[in-house]
DNA sequence: CTTAGGG
DNA sequence: CCCTAAG
């Protein structure tokens, strides 16, 4: 789980999220900091404090004491040994690890915890490991690559401990694990301490393919080096390809899998927001490669995928994380949400600040208005004028409804942002200001259909078009939901053709020819910006073979009420003379 | 991005 | 209307 972040440590720092500027964090520290990790039966005592931007700790203020401490309640009890790990997550200057659990013979976790302070800022994969060399004062530390995950994991199942108020059992990610030797309990128990939530499936083949998937789902698995066998992950390649040394392979496992990844995505500190905008493309990409096609899924495969999936696989694969509890973005996150606090969704934007680790979010700068918005894909492109009600009706998902109405928010703005420069109108756009409480009104009029109160400019064609409108087909109020295979839903704006409009692409074709969409869009209906240069193709499409097939008599389609613009014979005999004059 | 064609 | 594969 490397996103939706809300390890422990992360949650208190949320939880004080009052830094004017300054780089604070609140953070409890161990009062058992030395305590040997053997001793994860000692009772342990917590404090908050806050970390200055020095490092100093100072104490917490009863506020900020407040703010943790229910969640500390709920999860302090299972955290005897997680919080034995926090504490070397959190950084201290000066303290080196001591745990002999975490100096394994390739310093893979001796190393990580100084790290984590630096990665901060460091950047992404791609750009090969940041060279914070200041940071890294363990010597003989094993590849940089090797320290994150492991981190990561930790963190990752801090994560699910608190996420699902799961018990996470280490010792099942911890080392080798020979999936195939789990029975379904086991693996399920697996599950949950990987995902930290509960599957129902049976399906003891999924069960693996999932665990080792989101083991090794922090990075692309594309750009990793490392490929499944035997549901063991080994590193592939020059460097003992499969060593049956074992020293290797023990904790690879859960250590190796981001060689090339670098670090982790989960939040540490104070990120920039690029850094987060830069885990989210990884969190993408391992989400996709993560689920779907479980069946043709092989070990080499992993690697394999190289394609960039294409939209309609993402929503298929949204629709299917959805079904079982999905691990994608925003399903994760709200359904951790739904568990941690009812209070998430009355104020999601204050979480989007303090909680900044839990809600993945991105930097949304449309118009100008500098939103931070919860990252999702942008599945509309076009034309994203479904209004509340619709999209209530679509998404009857756990995701978010606030995370949603942002989203379309956004996309309404970014829309209408597009209409305005089709239009060549420009006007300023207010900055959009979210409600947060939800509510949604169905709105008619189709140019003002966002619902919320941005002001933007409505287009005078638009009262041109419903003068001319005689079936009165101005909103677009009907968006249908039309299923698909797979179960999922898919929303489908339909908008009539107007009796004008017919007649502009009639003209519009006989002017510039059939096939010439973008110019007829351009210069004859620059008017509605609604229709793009595929509509006009589908419509002539259409058209051709209406005027083709009632020509020859007008057959019993009569009867049928043509309530939707019946073509009047004229244009239809107009259209039959261009498409014969163009063959 | 545009066009063409299938769904 | 939507999606995608080709220019």
């Given at each position: 789980m490397c996103f939706g972040g809300f390890s422990m440590e992360e949650t208190v720092v949320g939880g004080s999220g009052n830094d004017g500027g300054e780089k604070s964090a609140t953070e409890k520290s161990s009062s058992a900091l030395s305590s040997s990790p053997k001793s994860s039966s000692d009772p342990v005592m917590y404090k908050l404090v806050r970390v200055e931007g020095d490092g100093r700790f100072v104490p917490a203020t009863d506020d900020e004491v407040m703010e943790v401490e229910e969640l500390l309640e709920d999860v302090k009890n299972d955290f005897s040994t997680d919080l034995e790990q926090t504490k070397d997550i959190i950084p201290k200057e000066g303290t080196s690890a001591h745990d002999p659990k975490l100096e394994s013979p390739e310093g893979v976790l001796g190393g990580h915890c100084k790290e984590v302070e630096a990665e901060k800022s460091s950047s992404c994969p791609e750009e090969g490991r940041s060279s914070d060399e200041n940071h890294v004062n363990q010597p003989g530390s094993a590849g940089q690559c090797s320290k994150t995950p492991a981190r990561r994991n930790k963190s990752g199942k801090l994560n699910a401990a608190v996420l699902g108020r799961l018990k996470p059992d280490f010792s099942k990610l911890r080392g080798e694990i020979c999936l195939d030797n789990l029975s379904i309990g086991e693996l399920h128990e697996t599950f949950k301490a990987t995902f930290g939530r509960e599957t129902s499936v049976k399906d003891k083949q999924w069960l693996k393919r999932r665990i080792a998937m989101g083991l090794s789902n922090s990075c692309d698995a594309s750009t990793t080096t490392f490929i499944f066998k035997d549901n063991k992950l080994i590193k592939k390649g020059k460097e003992g390809s499969s060593k049956s040394d074992g020293s290797e392979l023990k904790e690879p496992v859960l250590a190796t899998v981001n060689d090339k990844c670098g670090k982790s995505p989960i939040g540490n500190g104070d990120k920039p927001e690029g850094h987060q905008i830069l885990s989210l493309k990884k969190l993408r990409s391992s989400n996709i490669s993560e689920s779907k096609n479980e069946d043709s899924f092989t070990e080499e495969r992993v690697a394999k995928r190289l394609r960039k999936p294409t939209r309609r696989y993402i929503e298929e694969l949204e629709v299917e994380s959805r079904e079982c509890g999905g691990r994608l973005v925003l399903s994760a996150k709200n359904s951790g949400h739904a568990q941690l606090s009812p209070r998430s969704l009355v104020r999601p934007f204050q979480n989007i600040q303090s909680d900044r680790k839990a809600v993945v979010t991105r930097l949304d700068s449309l118009g100008g208005s500098g939103v931070q918005i919860p990252y999702v894909c942008r599945i509309r492109r076009g034309r994203p004028r479904e209004n509340c009600m619709t999209l209530m009706e679509f998404h009857p998902s756990r995701m978010s409804m606030a995370a949603k109405l942002v989203k379309e928010a956004v996309e309404v703005h970014a829309s209408r942002r597009d209409d305005e420069t089709d239009n060549g109108i420009k006007d300023s756009i207010a900055p959009i200001t979210v409600p947060m409480p939800i509510r949604c009104n169905p709105v008619p009029e189709p140019e003002n259909d966002?619902?919320?109160?941005v002001t933007i400019p409505v287009e005078q064609e638009q009262d041109v078009e419903k003068v001319l409108d005689s079936s009165g087909e101005t909103c677009d109020n009907n968006v249908t939901i039309v299923p698909t295979t797979k179960g999922g839903m898919r929303r489908k704006h339909h908008r009539a053709w107007t009796i004008a409009e017919v007649m502009k692409l009639v003209e519009g074709v006989a002017r510039y020819g059939a096939g010439r969409w973008s110019e007829i869009k351009r210069l004859a209906f620059a008017s509605y910006s609604y229709r793009t240069s595929v509509d006009l193709k589908d419509k002539w499409r259409n058209l051709l073979r209406a005027s083709f097939a009632r020509s020859p008599a007008d057959k019993g389609m009569n009867s049928r009420k043509n309530a939707a613009t019946p073509i009047p014979a004229s244009i239809l005999l107009r259209v039959r003379e261009l498409a014969e004059k163009q063959a």
């Open positions: 966002q619902m919320w109160p």
